[in-house]
């Protein structure tokens, strides 16, 4: 069972407009996550990160929302650009008393487009 | 820092065959993760190590993986012998502190 869900496994957006991609989860011990972000043949690479005592957190183009009552978070890219097309990894992880280790969801791909 | 090393970076072997995966962490890091990026599973935690030592491996599908890491600057996983179903992407990640740093990825099939 999938304790850090993307429902959308693709996303296409032009050029200059926002991007959001979602993400649920279902373990209430969660409290700190992470959005990855990867192209093609290249591992991931970390994004941004928002802890659970907060709601949001920003860096340049790319703010994430947390709504800890709905277990659900986003990733907003604005304004998108063709070289943010990716796969983008959301992952979630418990702190304290839980493993330090992130469970990653399937993915989401985000298409660009000029 | 050249980052997290992994070789080969593309393999290509027969069912029944053995296969053996490298990693070079970034040093300094204390944590070493081996993961599988699957269509279907998305990215999957096979095991990780801290300071050389392995801490959960619960993810290791079977008998047939086996991964080791003899020293802080090295580490394989080892596929004996291997399926087709093996065939995937096989990460390995390094991390000091929260962050991870992935490398580039093996690209495994298995014929």
């Known amino acids: 069972d999938q304790q850090v869900k993307q429902n959308s496994p693709s996303l296409s957006v032009q050029e200059g407009r926002i991007s959001i991609l979602n993400c649920d989860y279902t373990?209430?011990?969660?409290?700190?996550f992470l959005w990855y972000k990867k192209y093609p043949a290249e591992g991931p690479t970390f994004l941004i990160s928002i802890s659970s005592i907060k709601d949001k957190n920003e860096d340049g183009r790319f703010t994430v929302f947390l709504n800890k009552s709905a277990k659900h978070l986003s990733l907003h890219i604005v304004p998108s650009q063709p070289g943010d097309s990716a796969v983008y990894f959301c992952a979630a992880r418990a702190l304290p008393g839980g493993s330090y280790i992130p469970t990653f969801g399937r993915g989401t791909s985000l298409i660009v487009h000029p | 820092d050249a980052g997290v090393i992994q070789s080969p970076r593309h393999e290509v072997t027969e069912m029944g065959q053995e296969v053996t995966l490298r990693c070079k962490p970034i040093s300094g890091h204390n944590s070493l993760f081996w993961y599988r990026q699957t269509m279907m599973r998305g990215l999957e935690l096979l095991i990780y190590?801290?300071?050389?030592?392995?801490?959960?491996d619960s993810g290791m599908p079977e008998d047939r993986f086996s991964a080791k890491m003899p020293n802080a600057s090295f580490s394989t996983l080892k596929i004996q012998p291997s399926e087709p179903r093996d065939s995937a992407v096989y990460f390995c990640?390094?991390?000091?502190?929260?962050?991870?740093?992935f490398g580039p990825g093996t690209r495994l099939l298995v014929l």
């Open positions: 990640a390094s991390s000091q502190e929260e962050t991870q740093y």
């Open positions: 190590f801290n300071n050389n030592v392995p801490i959960d």
């Open positions: 373990n209430s011990m969660f409290d700190y």
